[in-house]
């Protein structure tokens, strides 16, 4: 699977922005998360969805204010950001993998997009 993430930018506090992560292959076999990588620090969990779209989990840090979705007929799986904050500042990776359940630790990925910068400007 090669994923490809795109959407990010220049924003300022408070605004919006809405991530997608392309993929190939079989998309619908795997879940998808968001990671992000702040400069300096470790890769972070953002959220999660399983295969199907049913279930989602995030980071205390961005819920109430991100969304993650996912079209399979598209290929495609989005995150949504609102309210953004100087914090949220990072590049923000797509990430797939097999298994079942909650992943929150980035070995435990199998296939990674490239990456996208977001910088919330206060």
């Known amino acids: 699977v090669q994923l490809q993430a795109s959407g990010g930018g220049l924003v300022q506090a408070g605004d919006s922005l809405r991530l997608s992560c392309v993929a190939s292959?079989?998309?619908?076999?795997?879940?998808m998360s968001w990671f992000r990588q702040a400069p300096g620090k470790e890769r972070e969990f953002v959220a999660q969805?399983?295969?199907?779209?049913?279930?989602?989990f995030y980071a205390d840090s961005v819920k109430g204010r991100f969304t993650i979705s996912r079209d399979n007929a598209k290929n495609t799986g989005y995150l949504q950001m609102n309210s953004l904050k100087p914090e949220d500042t990072a590049v923000y990776y797509c990430?797939?993998?097999?298994?079942?359940?909650?992943?929150?630790?980035?070995?435990?990925?199998?296939?990674w997009g490239q990456g996208t910068q977001v910088t919330v400007s206060s």
């Open positions: 969805i399983n295969w199907s779209g049913v279930s989602t």
């Open positions: 292959g079989s998309f619908s076999s795997y879940a």
């Open positions: 990430a797939v993998v097999r298994e079942y359940g909650l992943k929150r630790r980035p070995k435990d990925y199998d296939y």
